[in-house]
């Protein structure tokens, strides 16, 4: 006999009171309900049920193992349904938090690749650099920039955050071209702040192993890194930017990396989600198409 079956129908009897509404309930006989509750015993080696002729109750032993049944039951249930959630159609919305410039420049276009593969989901995508609580705020995915946090989120590695210095040809043709990372203290440097936090005074380079670091100063702060990227282009000081947000303007000419011999050191990234045991179709294909998209290496 199948010991699953024989199980579901010794805690429908326990549950019911008696083997015939087991039976009934269960589209068997009274009698097939008693060769699964003697199938499980001879297993056992052990009675379930003591029965008379007018109720049945169960063993010390029995009511053990109808309790441990039910668990086992629950968590054969909760199997065959993640599998027809892995199968269903994503649907439904989504709330995804992340940082400006990475959310216009890298994240959009995934998410309308994501959004035309999936039709039936909406994607509420909200922007910004300050700290987000996804549990207290109701996100369902957030991207951030720095370490990973507490310990109900479940934090995935993407491809690490790295930042170049640069200026316009026009800019570094007036002012001169830095050999060294000292040499940026006589520069204008575009200057990235948090609203929270104090406007960044020194950049970060490394050579050989050694760490450089270089105080600036210049007369231009934003929050907003395409601010940032605007100011370089039109030939006002040096910025400070992420790779990815430059990569064009570099390739083009229309910017130039400044102390290129030096590495600038990479900041961590993740993609968080709450910490669930059986995420939705919608969460888990998303998931997916980020971790495609932005993965490390």
Request: proline share 6%.
């Amino acid at each position: 006999m199948d010991q699953l079956r024989s199980m579901a129908t010794f805690v429908k009897a326990v549950d019911l009171g008696s083997f015939t509404s087991a039976a009934d309930a269960m589209n068997i006989s009274a009698q097939m309900v008693s060769k699964h509750i003697l199938f499980l015993e001879s297993r056992l080696g052990t009675r379930l049920l003591q029965r008379t002729t007018r109720k049945q109750s169960l063993t010390d032993f029995g009511r053990i193992y109808y309790e441990r049944c039910k668990r086992v039951l629950a968590e054969v249930q909760a199997a065959d349904s993640l599998a027809a959630q892995a199968h269903a159609t994503p649907h439904g919305r989504l709330k995804v938090t992340a940082p400006v410039s990475f959310g216009v420049q890298t994240l959009t276009p995934m998410v309308n690749a994501y959004l035309r593969q999936y039709p039936d989901v909406e994607i509420d995508l909200i922007l910004n650099d300050w700290f987000v609580d996804l549990v207290e705020e109701g996100y369902d995915v957030g991207f951030r920039i720095g370490p990973a946090p507490r310990a109900h989120i479940v934090a995935r590695p993407l491809r690490p955050f790295k930042l170049v210095a640069c200026a316009s040809p026009a800019y570094l043709e007036e002012r001169g071209y830095p050999a060294e990372p000292g040499d940026l203290a006589r520069h204008e440097c575009l200057r990235y702040a948090f609203w929270s936090t104090p406007v960044e005074g020194e950049w970060c380079f490394q050579r050989d192993g050694r760490t450089y670091e270089a105080p600036v100063g210049g007369r231009f702060r934003t929050n907003d890194a395409n601010s940032l990227l605007a100011g370089a282009l039109q030939g006002f000081g040096i910025a400070f930017i992420a790779e990815y947000l430059v990569a064009s303007a570099l390739a083009d000419g229309h910017l130039i990396q400044v102390l290129p011999d030096y590495v600038t050191p990479a900041r961590s990234m993740h993609l968080l989600t709450v910490a669930e045991s059986h995420p939705t179709p919608k969460l888990r294909t998303f998931v997916d198409a980020a971790l495609l998209a932005f993965s490390a290496p």
